[in-house]
């Protein structure tokens, strides 16, 4: 049985898009996840969301000060805003950005903080 090669062009671009439609869906789901925290922070984390910035608006996982931290990151559409940082016990232990371009949380600069993940972005909602 003899196969075409626009059917075979067809079955491929099938086969690929499938793929993507899944890979797609599962880092959606990977970038959402809050399985793991505390009713304020999930609640805050809702709260955030409907007040950012329509571009670079972000919700971050760091290690910070033998800790686990989250940058509420507003986005860009303003200069001096500010990142507010938060432990799991939902309190904010500081601040950065800002007018002053602050980059220091309990005296020690944020740039020492090892990135976990990306709990949620502006992007991933389009």
Known sequence: MK????????????????LALCSGCKAKQKNT???????????????F????CAKGASIK?????????????????????????VNTSCETIGFLGGIMGNSKINGEEFSNANWLKTIWTIDAEK
């Open 61 to 85: 996982q760091y290690q910070f000060q033998n800790a686990i931290v989250y940058a509420f990151i507003p986005g860009n559409c303003g200069a001096d805003l500010s990142s507010d940082i």
């Open 33 to 47: 996840s809050t399985e793991k925290m505390s009713i304020c922070l999930q609640e805050k984390m809702e709260a």
């Open 49 to 52: 969301k409907k007040t950012v």
């Open 3 to 18: 196969i075409s090669n626009s059917i075979i062009k067809v079955i491929s671009a099938l086969f690929i898009c499938s």
